[in-house]
Structure formats: C-alpha cells, structure tokens
C-alpha cells in the first residue's frame, strides 16, 4: 500500500502533471497509485521530492495493533 494518490490529491495534481513532474508516464503513476507496480527507489525518491513528503510518509504501511 502507499499514499501516492493521496498526496497528489491533496496537491490537487493529476496523474498527468506528475508523470511529467518526474519523467515517467502517466499510465505509470496509475500502476503505482493501484499498487500494481513497485517503483525504483529512484522514482520512490523523486515521487516524494515532488509531493513534498517523506518516503515513510509515502511508502510506509503503518500497522494497527491488534488487541
């Protein structure tokens, strides 16, 4: 799982304008957002350089305690 999609949200970007923001293609941003795709930690990088967030942030799956 990751947050991708809710972050660009959040920035108001399409899927569009941040394929362009980092140099891959839109199609790839819609694997990614699906989780279909596990990006580089190139791209993981850039993706969170351009959403003004941390890889954690981004890419970490908090789990909830079961008690």
């Known amino acids: 799982m990751n947050r991708v999609k809710e972050y660009r949200v ?3 970007m399409s899927q569009s304008t941040l394929a362009k923001e980092i140099n891959v293609a839109r199609q790839t941003i ?3 957002e699906n989780n279909k795709y596990n990006p580089s930690l190139d791209l993981c990088i850039r993706l969170a350089k351009v959403l003004e ?9 908090e789990k909830k ?3």
């Open 10 to 12: 959040e920035k108001k």
């Open 30 to 32: 819609n694997l990614i």
């Open 53 to 61: 967030t941390d890889l954690n942030s981004l890419f970490w799956e």
């Open 65 to 67: 305690d079961e008690k």
